[in-house]
């Protein structure tokens, strides 16, 4: 898929597998409307990926610790 093929394309791997073989938790990021789009983006992805996903509220993104590592993937989302 071009998704597939672009997340590759960005991170230097030569396939999307690759990619996500490396990636063992994901954290999404969104405020207001964004944060409802991460709700939903976290049911399909711990559903269909089996990747384990955590929510964070951006406005209080900078202030939590949130616990990452060199496989943990942040998404933040933005409707602007």
Do not use: W
């Not at 938790?25 to 990747?51: D, N």
């Not at 384990?52 to 610790?65: M, V």
Request: charged share 10%.
């Amino acid at each position: 898929t071009v998704s597939a093929g672009l997340a590759a394309a960005v991170c230097g791997r030569s396939t999307y597998a690759g990619f996500a073989g490396n990636i063992d938790r994901i954290s999404l990021v969104g405020c207001g409307t964004a944060l409802h789009a991460c709700m939903t983006a976290k049911s399909a992805i711990e559903r269909f990926a089996r990747i384990p996903c955590d929510l964070n509220i951006a406005s209080e993104f900078h202030i939590g610790h949130p616990v990452m590592n060199a496989k943990t993937m942040v998404v933040l989302i933005s409707q602007s």
